[in-house]
């Protein structure tokens, strides 16, 4: 099956900034839509954000609009999760998915439902 490898995480204090990568195949990366979801403890796994195949189309959640960009490079071999003013609600292991057949109308792009493929996480922790 496809391999996504995630990295970037670390330790970092409020309001500063991580830079995530996801890497995998250009054919996968390419044409799947590409989401980052967290999760914290104790706690479900939640949506973060999410790139169409062509990088045109992106979706945050709520809580990190205006903080975190998605992107993808030029190769379209990586996805980025740009994350700046970082928060210690932001405190969680990100995890990159890839999903072959969206549909980016659908609400359940925002859950791990749809989701083919998955990393295996990397650790962000924000200090006060």
């Known amino acids: 099956q496809v391999q996504l490898v995630e990295s970037g995480g670390g330790l970092v204090q409020a309001g500063g900034s991580l830079r995530l990568s996801c890497a995998g195949p250009k054919r996968t990366l390419s044409t799947c839509l590409v989401a980052w979801f967290r999760q914290a403890p104790g706690k479900e796994r939640e949506f973060v954000a999410a790139i169409d195949y062509s990088g045109r189309e992106t979706f945050y959640t709520e809580s990190v609009k205006g903080r975190f960009t998605i992107l993808r490079d030029t190769s379209r071999t990586t996805v980025y999760l740009q994350m700046d003013n970082l928060k210690p609600e932001d405190t969680a292991s990100y995890f990159c998915?890839?999903?072959?057949?969206?549909?980016?109308?659908?609400?359940?792009?925002?859950?791990?439902?749809?989701?083919?493929?998955w990393g295996q996480g990397t650790q962000v922790a924000v200090s006060s």
């Open positions: 998915a890839a999903d072959l057949t969206p549909n980016i109308r659908s609400p359940l792009l925002t859950t791990p439902e749809p989701y083919d493929f």
